[in-house]
Nanobody, 121 residues
């Protein structure tokens, strides 16, 4: 089992910045990819940004140039720096990770509880 705890959501004015953090609990599993998804009311959950254990990143087109994902493999944390926020960035943001059980070779996916980001226009 891996627990993900998110921090840093809140209310910000358009053009402002927020930094989200997510900490994964210690586990016998190997933390592989980590990422952030978001879900706005009435919309499907969508990938915002992801980062591999080697540091390769991927971003949704809507956040490229504004958001930056980073991770600390020693602390098993992932961060999302969000700049130039827009009203359309308002959503619940979820931390996500895929882990690997070295013994069985199985992969598992875990989600955080979500943190609300509200951008006022």
């Amino acid at each position: 089992q891996v627990q993900l705890v998110e921090f840093g959501g809140g209310l910000v004015q358009a053009g402002g910045s927020l930094r989200l953090s997510c900490a994964a609990s210690r586990s016998i599993f190997i933390i592989n990819d980590m990422g952030w998804y978001r879900q706005a009311p009435g919309k499907q959950r969508e990938l915002v940004a992801a980062i591999s254990s080697g540091g390769t990143t991927a971003y949704a087109d809507s956040v490229k140039g504004r958001f930056t994902i980073s991770r600390d493999n020693v602390k098993n944390t992932v961060h999302l720096q969000m700049n130039s926020l827009k009203a359309e960035d308002t959503a619940t943001y979820y931390c996500n990770t895929h882990v690997i059980d070295i013994g069985s070779g199985s992969s598992y996916e875990y989600w955080g509880q979500g943190t609300q980001v509200t951008v006022s226009s």
